[in-house]
């Protein structure tokens, strides 16, 4: 056994809070989507044809699901860097999914970055997955 794992007893997941968890399994998921999104589509504007799985894609959701990607990775560094990030990301993605559900409902001319129901319900998740990163307690040890 190393000195670093034997140190902690557990190694490197005894060293990840569950902020920290969470907002890495976020990060990977927007960056699949938005690096997919620009290895297959580009393009703005209503394309029903333009979706990577159920999400629809053009080239500004795919630098928005890239950037909330990278930012995510960075903030798992720290457990308050994710917590950050969960209250950043409740706020900016409550305006996404406000955002989302209007441009669904509406006609085409409403939708200007070809959003589809499935985003919607993503970045309502995404933003509840914020809050609760913002709000949840981590336990620390004290000496």
């Given at each position: 056994m190393s000195t670093?794992?034997?140190a902690t007893g557990r190694g490197l997941?005894?060293?990840l809070s569950w902020p920290q968890v969470v907002v890495g399994v976020v990060a990977l998921w927007y960056l699949v989507v938005g690096i997919t999104g620009?290895?297959?589509h580009d393009g703005m504007g209503p394309e029903s044809s333009r979706t990577v799985w159920v999400f629809g894609v053009s080239t500004l959701l795919n630098?928005?699901?890239t950037a909330v990607g990278v930012l995510a990775l960075i903030a798992?560094?720290?457990a308050v860097t994710a917590r950050l990030f969960g209250w950043a990301s409740f706020f900016a993605f409550a305006g996404?999914?406000?955002y989302s559900i209007l441009a669904t409902v509406?006609?085409?001319w409403g939708d200007l970055v070809n959003v589809k129901a499935a985003n919607a319900w993503l970045y309502g998740a995404t933003?509840?997955?914020g809050l609760v990163l913002a709000l949840g307690g981590v336990r620390t040890r004290r000496p």
């Open positions: 670093a794992s034997s997941v005894a060293r620009f290895a297959l630098i928005m699901h798992t560094r720290k996404l999914t406000a509406l006609d085409e933003c509840l997955i």
